[in-house]
């Protein structure tokens, strides 16, 4: 059997690749692949890592300071360490123009969800609208994901939100903060419930438990950092056992710029530049998947319609989670200790029912616990000196709610090519908020808010960051799942209109964003594919 | 743990302090350190104060964010008041570039973190006292930055080529 193409090791090539594999094909697997580096001390705590390490502060902050988070307006209270750098490193000469739209892109091996924090929501019946097809369809291949990744979640209020069909760890303990609010929320549900909002445990690729040869959460503090152990999910730990199956073949240091097509449209194999510089080579196979994430896919398609003969082809619809941050402070915990060596990330998750599924939010609370300091404390409203004494005395009753909106295609908003003589495109992505966008987003601040009021905490209206688009990435939109016979549109099995051979499994299909993350929905689609396909 | 005495033994980082810029930013270090709460003359901190300058913007935004800075190289106490004044008139100028540095730089060395980078644990009364406290002076060094540095703005506001943009 010939070998099929997958384009992409992030979180749907690897999962699409491992059920090919399981149907018996052989897969090979380009990828531009830029490598995790091994994470030092596995077995220190965050603070143990800062007391051993001798190597001035380059792990933390990087060898010439990159990873300082310095003041400005657009500053988030974290930053990306130096050991996710190769996360978000662009692959030689890869430029995007962002008009209004400021994305993240990946050339990882594992792609974005090397840098996630493993939020992991099933979509509810309502949610699959607009696919052509309908949520039985999916439950199966969410178990399938969660078998393989191994996600933590509990029956709470939010099952309404994000049912739990597929089969789930026990959580993590919670910290004592989450704990708290959790508590808070039991004691006062009824008057919480009433504004609309609901809280209850994230659902997160973590393990509580050894799993498939992963171990079990250390709470190290070390999440953002990278853990060490594989506890919290990364895909390139499914890329890894990959690597170990004899049909499988790997293909790193390969950007594939376009497909291959006959005079038929028929994918004959892609057109590829060697990273590390070269001319354009061909790989051929007469099936091609794209995987690459919803961008990098949408930029291989644009170059394919182009290579065809179509000028300045354009794909509407792009999309993108508004992405709120709410700091808050919860005061009955001042003074309390904290416990760093902890599972860093999000314990609790949020929904607020708006009366209509399609605007309903979501959001993940992250009690404050190992971080770094400094982009915590520099936007505090006074002197340096003194913000790091009041920080210190208030760690413990720190927290923020990451709140998402869903997001609609939109013709206005886009994914097109601006040509330049003498090396590849550039992608452009035009994207112009609307009236109803800031309104619903007005709303989700003021309903977190006062939930959190509701629990004891302020949240300083100030203190509120309305994130720039692109910053959630959840890409999705560009080459939509439909029944309709559109153009630039997939089917039910992700095969392109128009295009015989090509199929795209990765968010460039998905037809409706909605506020959760989606990363564990893509790969359940991208199983669901394979499925059909194979 | 490893022993702090044994650090001096290492090989020298990139940055060493060899050259007159590097010995001022050593010094600038010093002064920031000790504002900041942890006085150290420990050579390697500074060379990483240095080094990290990479990342940074250095270049005054104007005469007047030139003026906080020196004002602020004088010692900890004049760093206290112009980074009080900074706070409000220049959050993102190059005192507060500066001094976010060196903070990340404290953070994130064995011989300072823990200063830096843990909870002060009390009773909810006791921190509710602290805080009060450090409001307090906080206070008092905002009116004290005012009443010093605000006609030293007003002037260089007033004087011709104040801006590098205007």
């Known amino acids: 059997m010939a070998s099929i193409l997958v384009v992409g090791s992030g979180a749907t090539g690897v999962h699409f690749a491992q059920s090919m594999l399981e149907r018996g094909h052989d897969v090979t697997l380009l990828d531009v692949g830029f490598e995790r580096p091994l994470p030092p001390q596995p077995a220190a705590s965050f603070a143990a890592l800062k007391e051993e390490l001798d190597d001035d502060g380059a792990y933390f902050l990087g060898r010439r300071g990159e990873a300082v988070v310095y003041p400005s307006a657009h500053a988030k209270p974290y930053g990306f360490p130096p050991s996710k750098a190769y996360v978000f490193r662009r692959s030689p000469g890869e430029e995007v123009v962002e008009r209004g739209f400021h994305p993240m892109l990946s050339y990882a091996r594992g792609g974005l969800a090397e840098a996630w924090t493993g939020g992991s929501y099933e979509l509810r019946d309502e949610e699959f609208g607009d696919f052509p097809f309908d949520g039985d369809a999916m439950r199966p291949h969410y178990a399938t994901v969660a078998r393989r990744i191994g996600v933590t979640g509990a029956p709470d209020d939010l099952q309404r939100y994000s049912p739990l069909t597929a089969p789930y760890l026990a959580p993590l303990e919670p910290d004592a903060h989450s704990a708290w609010l959790a508590e808070r929320y039991s004691q006062r549900r009824d008057r919480i419930n009433a504004l609309g909002f609901h809280l209850g445990r994230s659902r997160v690729a973590v393990l509580s438990r050894d799993h498939g040869g992963r171990q079990a959460c250390g709470e190290l503090g070390r999440c953002l950092w990278g853990c060490p152990r594989g506890a919290l999910y990364r895909p390139s730990l499914t890329l890894a056992e990959l690597l170990t199956h004899p049909r499988f073949t790997y293909r790193p240091g390969v950007h594939v710029r376009r497909v291959l097509l006959d005079a038929q449209n028929r994918a004959l194999g892609v057109v590829a530049v060697p990273v590390d510089g070269g001319s354009e080579t061909e790989i051929r196979s007469e099936r091609v998947f794209l995987a690459a994430g919803a961008l990098a896919s949408s930029q291989i398609y644009l170059e394919t319609l182009v290579a065809r003969g179509e000028t300045d082809p354009s794909l509407p619809g792009l999309m993108d989670n508004r992405h709120v941050m709410v700091p808050f402070v919860n005061l009955r915990r001042l003074g309390a200790r904290v416990e760093t060596a902890s599972y860093q990330f999000h314990m609790l998750a949020m929904a607020i029912d708006t009366g209509d599924w399609r605007h309903d939010v979501h959001g993940q609370i992250t009690a404050l616990k190992a971080a770094a300091v400094h982009p915590i404390v520099a936007p505090l409203p006074f002197d340096l000196a003194t913000s790091q004494r009041v920080f210190r005395r208030m760690r413990a009753a720190l927290g923020v709610a990451n709140v998402w909106l869903s997001d609609t295609r939109r013709e206005v908003n886009r994914a097109r090519l601006e040509q330049r003589v003498g090396s590849a495109p550039k992608l452009v992505l035009e994207y112009g908020d609307d009236a109803h966008d800031l309104r619903q987003t007005e709303r989700a601040v003021d309903t977190t808010r006062r939930a959190l009021r509701e629990l004891g905490c302020i949240a300083p209206k100030g203190m509120v960051q309305v994130l720039a688009r692109g910053s959630s990435v959840h890409y999705a939109g560009t080459l939509p799942m439909t029944g309709d016979e559109l153009e630039h549109s997939c089917r039910v099995d992700g095969s392109v209109r128009g295009m015989s051979g090509l199929h795209v499994v990765d968010g460039a299909g998905f037809p409706w964003l909605p506020a959760k993350n989606i990363t564990f929905s893509l790969m359940a689609n991208a199983v669901r594919i394979a499925e059909l396909v194979g | ?166």
Do not use: N
Not at chain 2, 124 to 130: E, I, M, N, R, T
């Open chain 2, 1 to 166: 743990m490893p022993d702090p005495g044994a650090r001096d033994d290492r090989r020298p980082p990139e940055g060493a302090l060899d050259g007159e810029h590097e010995r001022t930013l050593a010094r600038e270090f010093g002064v920031f350190a000790h504002y900041l709460g942890a006085p150290s003359d420990d050579r390697r901190l500074a060379e990483a104060y240095v080094r990290c300058h990479a990342s940074l913007s250095s270049a005054p935004d104007d005469r007047f964010d030139a003026w906080l800075l020196a004002l602020a190289q004088g010692g900890a106490l004049r760093c206290a008041l112009a980074d009080c004044y900074a706070r409000r008139t220049r959050p993102f100028g190059v005192l507060r570039r500066k001094l976010v540095l060196a903070l990340a730089v404290l953070e994130s060395m064995p011989q300072t973190h823990a200063a830096f980078d843990t909870a002060v644990a009390s009773s909810a009364v006791a921190a509710w006292v602290s805080l009060v406290a450090l409001g307090v002076r906080w206070g008092v060094t905002s009116v004290a930055a005012v009443l010093v540095i605000l006609p030293v703005h007003l002037t260089l506001a007033r004087s011709p080529a104040t801006s590098r943009h205007g």
